[in-house]
């Protein structure tokens, strides 16, 4: 099957810095990558489409200048939390598209400290 | 906004016992999808319905679309200690024109002792 890599896998940072996050379509091209959000036992918020080449679409109450996407290759999409502040600790996941399947990566757990 | 409802939250059943978990959904879906997602896994893609009153099978999972396309239900039989994990459906709907943007239902938490 498809294969979705996170890096990192998980990160600690400190209040007001920076933290990107990749996730990789492995072995196939991903016209589209979903970011999502999952909070302990709860389920997937999606927070942005983001399209090859093109400006993401953020879902209704995701801050875009706070989390910053970018998709400059069919296997690569970037997610960087700016200024980040302990309220934005959490369990990022990304997904790549295959006609209608989203493939997940394994997460990124982002505490900030 | 398309919400997506799951019922119940977390559902414990002896092995061999049956499971069922609900979905229903505030607006008409373009398809519906299951997935699940393994204790300190992330989600798996399990199957995708479309038609109206559709049912698919998957081995001892049974998985039906409502005959109105709002709601969805995800059927095992005689579960094994294997089921255990959370399933998640995921609604595909009309917003925006985007039928592959999915919205998550809070998903059912199966546990199941041997």
């Known amino acids: 099957g498809a294969v979705v890599s996170q890096h990192p896998s998980w990160v600690i940072c400190k209040s007001g810095t920076s933290v990107k996050i990749e996730c990789r379509s492995l072995d196939f091209q991903a016209t589209t990558m979903f970011w999502y959000r999952q909070f302990p036992k709860q389920s997937l918020m999606l927070m942005a489409t983001?399209?090859?080449?093109?400006?993401?679409?953020?879902e209704q109450g995701v801050e875009k200048d706070k989390f910053l996407i970018n998709h400059a290759s069919l296997t690569l999409s970037t997610l960087t939390v700016t200024s980040a502040h302990p309220e934005d600790s959490s369990f990022y996941i990304c997904?790549?598209?295959?006609?209608?399947?989203?493939?997940f990566g394994p997460g990124t757990r982002l505490t900030v400290t | 906004g398309q919400q997506v409802m799951q019922i119940p939250q977390y559902q414990h059943v002896q092995e061999g016992e049956d499971f069922t978990t609900y979905c229903n959904s505030s607006t008409t879906l373009s398809n519906i999808q299951w997935y699940k997602q393994r204790p300190g896994g992330h989600p798996v893609f399990l199957i995708q319905l479309v038609k109206s009153g559709e049912v698919k099978k998957q081995k001892r999972l049974t998985f039906q679309f409502g005959e109105a396309k709002k709601n969805s239900s995800l059927h095992i039989t005689a579960t094994q200690t294997t089921d255990v994990g959370t399933y998640f459906c995921a609604g595909g709907g009309l917003s925006g024109g985007s039928n592959y943007k999915l919205t998550f239902g809070k998903g059912t938490l199966l546990t199941v002792n041997p």
């Open positions: 983001s399209n090859e080449g093109s400006k993401a679409t953020y």
């Open positions: 997904s790549g598209r295959i006609l209608y399947e989203q493939y």
